[in-house]
């Protein structure tokens, strides 16, 4: 298996149908844009950790494997994924986000020309409050600019997956953060220049008082905010839309 697709997913029957169509069809370009050899084989993983609903079926369904976990947690969700993985080349993608060949052709190629792995930025999906927009557009342009990979999509090799050990599994968030930096210690780190859309559910649920919030507590709680669950709701109380945006 040349390329490792790896899903984590937490009740996310309605989303992962198309996660999952947009992974193939990524994967299965051959164009120039995609970079994808003739021959090239891939896999598709969904870790279904600890769902309540259709998820497993529907990833089955779909063809994938499915690997079932019960940590409620996402780092040890992405390492159990690569556990199961056969590929040479290692994807990350969060079960509501939406990646094209752009973005494989771009891993392949930066993780070709030395690059020990890398992500890309992100567009929400949907329609989001005002405050959104500003609160995201400060927020990307100080998260990309430090150079860090966005949890939605990921990449790497299984050479350097395995040499900084995965995910850290005492973080609750945060882990993809110690990941691109680990990384970087490798080489150097590509943030591509296609954005991969991802849902912006959790701006349309929250409000802004509960999202900023929540952020400026975890701020001011430092490193161990992350390696506990609690007061981390917004990320794990696993509110979900019912209906497609």
């Known amino acids: 298996m040349d390329l490792s697709f790896i899903i984590p997913a937490y009740n996310e029957q309605l989303e992962l149908p198309a996660t999952i169509e947009a992974i193939r069809k990524a994967a299965e370009d051959r164009s120039a844009e995609g970079r994808i050899r003739p021959g090239k084989r891939y896999e598709i993983i969904v870790v279904d950790d600890a769902s309540s609903d259709e998820t497993s079926d529907i990833a089955r369904n779909a063809g994938t494997q499915v690997v079932r976990t019960n940590r409620r947690q996402i780092a040890a969700a992405r390492n159990a994924g690569a556990r199961a993985a056969k590929g040479e080349i290692l994807f990350f993608v969060d079960a509501d986000t939406r990646i094209n060949s752009k973005h494989v052709g771009g891993a392949i190629a930066a993780l070709e020309e030395g690059c020990a792995g890398g992500g890309a930025r992100i567009v929400v999906g949907g329609t989001i409050p005002v405050w959104a927009h500003i609160f995201l557009k400060a927020f990307c342009a ?104």
């Not at 990941?179 to 591509?192: D, E, P, T, V």
Request: aromatic letters at 16%; a positive charge.
């Open 142 to 245: 100080l998260y990309f600019g430090f150079n860090f990979g966005a949890g939605a999509f990921l990449f790497t090799t299984r050479k350097n997956f395995d040499a900084v050990g995965g995910f850290d599994e005492k973080l609750f968030i945060g882990e993809e953060i110690y990941f691109s930096m680990a990384l970087r210690k490798l080489g150097r780190f590509k943030i591509l220049r296609d954005p991969a859309a991802t849902s912006g559910r959790k701006l349309r649920m929250y409000s802004a008082r509960e999202i900023l919030g929540n952020f400026l507590s975890v701020i001011l709680r430092g490193p161990r905010a992350g390696r506990s669950r609690a007061g981390l709701h917004i990320w794990y109380d696993g509110k979900r839309e019912t209906g497609s945006t």
